[in-house]
């Protein structure tokens, strides 16, 4: 099964890709290796504005990391030159959860994006992560997520 199956069979159509907030780009190519920004979760279209440990819970941060991992692969997409099946391997993710300093809980956070690569990519999908608690993210967004992945 393609990825482009994996994704029909999970209702998944890919977004059009964001446009930079700031001075840089959206992914950047060295080799067989893409590295894509960080995302932020969005909701509605706009950041998803919350903190973990205070107004939001680990699910709803769980479900916009998955969000975000949508908007990556949208980004992973483009950077392939529109085709997915050139991807060899999501290597490392690296997420950036928006939360109190006693919320321990940005692993599962970030599993919402984690699991997503694993069903989307299956084998390809498995991959090295960091996940950190932040005092606070761009536009105050509850998630940023950040991508290396390496492709044919």
Known sequence: ??????LKALNIELPAVSTPAAAYVMFAQTGNTIFL???IAKKDGKPWV???GKNLTTEEGKQAARGVAIDLIATLQ???????NRVKRIVKV????NSTPDYTEQHLVTNGASDLFGEVFGEQGKHARSA????QIPLGAC?????IA???
Do not use: P
């Open 94 to 97: 690296m997420s950036l959860v």
């Open 143 to 147: 998630v940023e997520i950040e991508l």
């Open 132 to 135: 950190f608690g932040v005092a």
């Open 78 to 84: 483009e950077a392939c030159g529109g085709d997915l």
């Open 37 to 39: 920004s960080g995302h």
């Open 50 to 52: 919350g903190q973990l």
């Open 1 to 6: 099964m393609s990825f482009y199956d994996k």
């Open 150 to 152: 390496e492709v044919a």
